[in-house]
């Protein structure tokens, strides 16, 4: 725990020692002093904003780049998240930028803002510039939760990726005509080492170590399995699988070399525990893509990019265990489950469904509850022939069902709005926020 906390404070340090060494190198440039006649208070403002977009850009491909010395470490959901609100901080650094520079330069020249504004894009190098700012707000706009629910998956994906482009024209900009740059050596090498630093990850984690990995192990399709109406199984086999480091709970982002399926790459949550002989993923249908997975082929050959997340059962600190899973947010739980058996830990399972045959793996479930440490208890909330527990997982269900609930750590898997519902109430039964475990990850 203390190597964990220490790994954070360091990359929180670097986090936030970069934007005060950017503003420092533009501090001690002589040409951006504020005594200097040619210019005000408008025009450095905007410069500082431009800088500090730049960075935060930069910051965006990390946090998306599933860079594993980061990830190891906050997990690819809070990254995730932090993703989307520095987003938002991109956005309005990038509007300040071109605004308080035409403010600035209109005043110096007395000359009006719009007029300003239209001579700026006569200059060389700012066409690059307003590409790189459309782009950049058209990927943040369509990233608002609101109208990202209303959009095509597929769509927003592809729109996601001319982030590269507007990253490119942005450095293309800053080169050009940035005074920064233009009279300061240090400035631009500077620039160049985060660029290089930023891509090489990129490239890295995000590229060659899944094609390396994939390469090694030549994952394949061995066969699928329907689970249930809407959820089947991809079982997975490849070269030297038992080479194949994870821990129960853990996802891998997967792309399927199909006809319909390569362009794309999904999480999905590892279903079964390490067995050297293969890893499985269960999947409901949700979208386009995961309705073509049943369809998929044995042989289909698979890139597999992981293992990701700290969705393990290294973060336990009681002696009991309590898992909450709420329609496929069984399958890391499932995962764990041997493990915790094999620990000789008291586990409780509280899966709930809607009906009775929407929950998946209930058989190997069932077999796991002849362990005298493993008990599970199915809750239907619209299931009228269910005789079983009823309604949904709330505060007094865990405490009938789970009546030393505080005691134990909670890993909990499910839909967001149960996650929340449900975190809540474990927190109202007494328990610490440190005894609850999830990752609320998604795309």
């Not at 409780?348 to 793996?361: E, G, M, P, T």
């Not at 440490?373 to 949904?392: Q, Y």
């Amino acid at each position: 725990m203390k190597s964990v906390f220490l790994k954070k404070f360091l990359l929180y340090c670097v986090l936030f020692l970069n934007p005060l060494v950017i503003l420092w190198l533009w501090y001690t440039n002589e040409q951006l002093r504020f005594e200097d006649y040619n210019t005000n208070i408008f025009m450095e403002a905007g410069r500082i904003a431009g800088l500090l977009a730049v960075y935060c850009a930069l910051f965006q491909l990390i946090l998306i780049g599933r860079v594993k010395w980061i990830e190891s470490v906050f997990g690819l959901d809070r990254l995730t998240r932090i993703h989307k609100w520095n987003g938002y901080s991109l956005a309005l650094l990038l509007v300040a930028h071109p605004v308080f520079l035409s403010i600035g330069y209109g005043q110096r020249d007395f000359i009006s803002f719009s007029e300003q504004f239209t001579e700026f894009l006569s200059w060389e190098g700012v066409a690059a510039a307003a590409g790189a700012l459309a782009l950049f707000v058209a990927v943040i706009m369509l990233s608002i939760t609101v109208v990202k629910r209303k959009m095509n998956y597929e769509i927003w994906y592809y729109i996601h990726l001319t982030t590269y482009c507007a990253i490119l024209l942005a450095f293309e900009h800053q080169l050009e005509t940035g005074s920064d740059f233009t009279s300061n050596t240090l400035f631009k090498n500077y620039w160049y080492a985060l660029y290089g630093f930023v891509f090489l990850n990129l490239i890295f984690f995000r590229f060659s170590r899944p094609l390396y990995h994939s390469a090694r192990h030549r994952f394949k399709v061995d066969k699928v399995v329907r689970e249930t109406n809407d959820v089947v199984s991809v079982y997975i086999t490849g070269r030297n699988i038992d080479r194949f480091c994870f821990e129960p709970g853990q996802f891998v982002i997967v792309r399927f070399m199909s006809k319909k399926c390569w362009i794309q790459a999904h999480p999905f949550s590892l279903s079964c525990e390490p067995n050297g002989n293969f890893v499985r993923l269960t999947i409901k249908r949700a979208g386009d893509f995961t309705a073509q997975v049943s369809s998929i082929n044995p042989g289909t050959s698979v890139i597999i990019d992981g293992p990701h997340g700290i969705f393990t059962l290294r973060r336990v600190i009681k002696e009991k265990t309590l898992l909450i899973a709420g329609g496929i947010g069984i399958t890391p739980l499932r995962a764990m489950i041997p493990q915790l058996i094999n620990r000789k830990k008291d586990t409780i399972l509280l899966y709930a469904n809607r009906q009775h045959k929407d929950a998946a793996l209930t058989e190997e479930l069932a077999s796991f509850t002849k362990n005298g440490h493993f008990k599970t208890h199915f809750i239907m909330s619209s299931d009228t022939s269910w005789t079983g527990e009823k309604g949904h997982i709330d505060r007094d269900k865990i405490l009938r069902l789970a009546p030393d609930a505080a005691e134990r750590d909670v890993y909990l898997c499910g839909p967001p709005g149960m996650m929340t519902a449900t975190r809540k109430a474990l927190l109202q039964i007494g328990l610490k926020p440190a005894q609850i475990h999830y990752e609320n990850f998604s795309f």
